[in-house]
């Protein structure tokens, strides 16, 4: 398989993106626009003015993974970790530990002090909780009942 990276955005991208996350199984119907909104508005305004960054690995030139990042307002060098997302057919073959070690190597770039990605205390979402502390983050907040009750909002984040 050939791996490439890329961070440019290309119209193409909006199904390609819509096309993962229905994939996954991991996400609900009424977040799918939101994501499509993000690469919407990054087209709209154009790379070097959207608040909302892109990187995307492509196996075989085709997208398999994509991780869309930003700057948070009003901090120094904190960044949010808006969506990641593989490909269900490249699911278990590391493309989400190498989308986002290439995100941090990026980050750290641009003085970034600290990433943060925020999902769900569900049972459904132990597998995504167990990633980010695979990749070195730490949940270092929980907020309680925050999308339903009994659906905490878990804060988690890996430090340079």
Known sequence: MNITYRNELKQSDVIEIKNIIESTGFFYDYEIPVAIELVNEALI?????????????????????????????????????YWIATHNNYRGKGMGKLILEKTHETIKNRNGRM????????????????????????????????????????????RF
């Open 45 to 81: 305004k154009g790379q070097e003015k959207s608040e909302y960054f892109f990187q995307f690995i492509e196996a075989d030139s085709k997208i398999a993974s994509y991780l869309c990042y930003g700057h948070i307002p009003c901090t120094v060098g904190s960044y949010g970790l």
């Open 115 to 158: 990433i943060i990605a925020e999902t769900s205390g569900t049972q459904k979402y132990i597998s995504t909780r167990k990633f980010y502390e695979n990749n070195g983050y730490k949940a270092e907040a929980i907020i309680k009942d925050f999308y339903q009750t009994g659906d905490d909002k878990i804060m988690y984040v890996f």
